[in-house]
């Protein structure tokens, strides 16, 4: 599932392989705090999420290289894939507006969720850069 995703997002073959292991840390961790813990599936996302941005972070300190791309493909295996299809599913099924509702907060929740995440990563691990590209990441 990560190579065609390696290959729609027009990463260079020499960045797959971080790409792949900052993505599979995010996935074990999901998966063990899932099937080991009662954790919230909120909690297990933004979990999750820190561990993907920590990975990155710390790839990107070894290569030099912005760790955007790592940590794009990790959030990307986060997010649940049938989730917009479910919701829309779900919708049509209740009929009326209260299933659009929840789907639409299931979905900004989501997205909050892994923004935290990320978020509590980068203050982990700061990105390489001068002051101001810092302070611009933490405002």
């Given amino acids: ?4 995703f390696n290959i729609l997002s027009l990463a ?4 797959w392989l971080s790409m792949t ?3 599979g840390v995010g996935t074990v961790i999901s998966t ?9 599936s909120a909690a297990v996302t933004v979990i999750s999420s820190v561990g993907v941005g ?10 030099n290289h912005p760790p955007l791309i790592d940590v794009l493909s990790g959030v990307g295996m986060l997010v649940p894939g049938g989730l917009g299809a479910r919701g ?20 900004l929740l989501v997205g909050l969720q892994i923004s935290i995440g990320v978020f509590v990563a980068e203050v982990l691990v700061p990105s390489r850069g001068d002051r101001r590209t810092t302070r611009i990441t933490l405002i």
Avoid: C, Y
């Fill in 1 to 4: 599932m990560l190579i065609p």
């Fill in 12 to 15: 260079h073959p020499t960045q």
């Fill in 21 to 23: 292991v900052v993505a």
């Fill in 32 to 40: 063990a705090l899932t099937l080991n813990t009662s954790l919230t």
């Fill in 54 to 63: 920590v990975a990155g972070g710390l790839n990107s300190r070894w290569t």
């Fill in 88 to 107: 829309a599913a779900e919708s049509l099924a209740k009929g009326g507006n209260a299933g659009g509702i929840d789907f639409g907060a299931t979905m």
